[in-house]
């Protein structure tokens, strides 16, 4: 028999999720119902679980079915406690492989969040600082670990509650995972700096000139000149600012930047290799497999599922 036809999605970007497609059909509270803090809940298979993005925090907790997590460029597994908190235009879709016949009536419970009235309110309002360092973190997506009974208490409340109780439940809800240390960021580039401001304003201009200019050979010699330090120093302070040697460091990225590629694009894997700088298949595939568990090739292959069975 012919092979059946390959059917693929007809974009490779994820949706943007607006207003107007959040129905109390589909699981969302009303909008009348809501402030700041919108709670959701729904099942699987549900036009909701699709790869998309939107301008909200999210924090998303499983409690139903096992199956594929998709944040950013990073692919994982998911099963009934798995916590994570995604940043604001972060990609993010669950895909159940273990579904039972017919559906799931309650898989995800939700909280979406903006973040403007947070961060203003924190300025005014010391007790609320303690969350901000949360909130930068989930811009790589946090992925919790031993919190999810404990979470879906939180949701529970949070939902059960109105106006500044509303509130209350939620800000207990990040408070305690901004004092969780048993956690671990999904993107494969953070910035973990504790110098002042233009130690950081320093390391911002370095990364952006990484990333900006991935194709170009990169010299830590060359940079730290530069910046006037020998290579030494700026060795220990980079690495104290992000976690990672500059080789690294550059390596991640370049890995980061061909994840992107590999999803979004049907460019071959070796054009990718020479565009996001690495001068060798071998060496890309290598790094590649270092930093992302699997080759490029088993990455672009799982990451097709990230669209799931249901298109919103």
């Known amino acids: 028999m012919p092979a059946k036809p390959r059917h693929l999605p007809r974009q490779t970007r994820p ?19 809501t402030g700041v803090v919108r709670c959701l809940s729904h099942g699987f298979p549900t036009p909701l679980a699709r790869w998309h993005y939107h301008d909200e925090y999210e924090l998303h907790l499983i409690v139903a079915t096992s199956g594929k997590a998709f944040v950013g460029d990073w692919i994982g597994q998911f ?14 879709n669950w895909v159940s492989m273990d579904m039972p016949e017919g559906c799931v009536e309650q898989r995800d419970l939700v909280i979406q969040f903006p973040h403007e009235p947070l961060v ?17 973190r989930a811009r790589h997506g946090i992925e919790f670990f031993g919190e999810g009974e404990r979470a879906q208490q939180h949701w529970q409340r949070v939902k059960g509650a109105r106006g500044a109780r509303r509130f209350a439940a939620f800000c207990d809800f990040l408070a305690d995972l901004a004092a969780c240390t048993d956690y671990r960021l999904l993107s494969i580039v953070q910035l973990q700096s504790e110098d002042d401001d233009a130690s950081l304003d320093q390391i911002d201009a370095v990364v952006s000139r990484i990333t900006d200019h991935l194709s170009q050979p990169f010299s830590a010699g060359d940079i730290a000149a530069e910046l006037g330090m020998s290579e030494s ?13 500059f080789t690294d460091f550059v390596n991640r990225v370049r890995v980061n930047r061909a994840c992107q590629l ?13 565009e996001v700088g690495f001068n060798n298949v071998a060496n890309f595939n290598r790094r590649f497999l270092e ?3 699997m ?14 069975t249901v298109m919103g």
């Open 262 to 274: 590999l999803m979004e694009s049907d460019k071959l894997i070796t054009h990718i290799c020479y």
């Open 15 to 33: 949706e943007r999720e607006h207003d107007y497609v959040r129905s109390p059909d589909l699981g969302y509270e009303a909008p009348e119902e």
């Open 120 to 136: 203003n309110a924190a300025a005014v309002i010391p007790e609320l600082a303690e969350v901000l360092p949360l909130l930068e």
């Open 291 to 293: 930093i992302k568990g």
């Open 79 to 92: 099963q009934p406690g798995h916590l994570v908190l995604t940043g604001p235009r972060l990609p993010h």
């Open 295 to 308: 080759t490029p090739s088993e990455f672009r292959r799982q990451a097709e599922s990230r669209f799931g």
């Open 233 to 245: 120093r700026f060795s220990r302070f980079f690495r104290r600012a992000t976690g990672n040697t």
